[in-house]
């Protein structure tokens, strides 16, 4: 009897402070790397997908990020020694509703 499967590893990759474009607010967002790994035995062999993804800790929500982004970001992180300032356009999450609230 063979045993194979998948599993999923899950790595944080970087913290940044961005403003959420769901919930507006400047708050901390963890860019995340989601691995997807066949297994035979129980034991990771190959990748088989790879995504990134950035969580808004304050509302909680979710924006799948390119590769490219992820790596522009974590370089972001790299020259800033450890501290991402905000940057216009990243982070910003597809508008809810129905227009502005005033």
């Given amino acids: 009897m063979i045993l194979f499967g998948t599993r999923t ?3 944080q990759l970087a913290i940044l402070t961005l403003v959420c474009g769901r919930c507006g607010n400047p708050s901390a967002h963890t860019l995340r790397k ?3 790994k066949f297994t035979l035995f129980f ?5 088989i997908s790879t995504k990134y993804a950035m ?6 929500a979710e924006q799948q990020v ?3 982004q992820a790596d522009g970001l974590l370089a972001t992180v790299a020259q800033s ?3 991402a300032q905000p940057q216009p ?3 910003q999450h597809a508008p809810h509703g129905s227009g502005p609230v005033a």
Avoid: D, H, N, S
């Fill in 9 to 11: 590893y899950l790595q």
């Fill in 81 to 83: 020694g450890g501290a």
């Fill in 34 to 36: 989601r691995v997807l």
């Fill in 66 to 68: 390119p590769k490219e």
């Fill in 43 to 47: 034991i990771p062999l190959f990748p």
């Fill in 89 to 91: 356009g990243v982070g």
């Fill in 55 to 60: 969580q808004c800790t304050f509302c909680g």
